[in-house]
């Protein structure tokens, strides 16, 4: 299950989403709840900074590690189909949860059990 929302007031761009699952890679009662909120606050004529906060919520037999994640990003619209972009995101992991933007588990390049992942990311974007 995917809901999605999201709504611009002009001043600032607010968005959600909650998604769920049931039996996750097949397994019986492992289950998983993710939760993100997010808004943009336009800077000027072309740029954007982003705020954003995700919680991932598992329901597994015999533990139920959370993950939350928070970030920081800024856009700028070099031309109509050019944006420069920075962001940082942190993933705090707990009970042995091994999360992390670039994906999960150890081969994954997320983090040993438990423990944090940084992300920074900077870069130009340019749709043909």
Do not use: C
């Amino acid at each position: 299950m995917h809901q999605p929302a999201s709504y611009d007031f002009g001043v600032v761009a607010l968005s959600a989403s909650y998604q769920s699952a049931d039996n996750l890679r097949g397994v019986k009662d492992n289950d998983a709840d993710l939760w993100t909120v997010g808004l943009g606050v336009p800077v000027g004529a072309a740029g954007t900074v982003h705020l954003a906060y995700a919680q991932l919520e598992y329901d597994r037999p015999g533990r139920d590690p959370e993950v939350k994640s928070y970030t920081l990003a800024y856009t700028h619209a070099l031309s109509k189909r050019t944006t420069a972009y920075v962001a940082y995101n942190r993933t705090d992991n707990d009970d042995g949860a091994t999360m992390g933007l670039v994906g999960y588990g150890h081969k994954a390049g997320s983090t040993v059990g438990g423990e944090n992942a940084d992300l920074l990311g900077v870069g130009i974007r340019h749709t043909f």
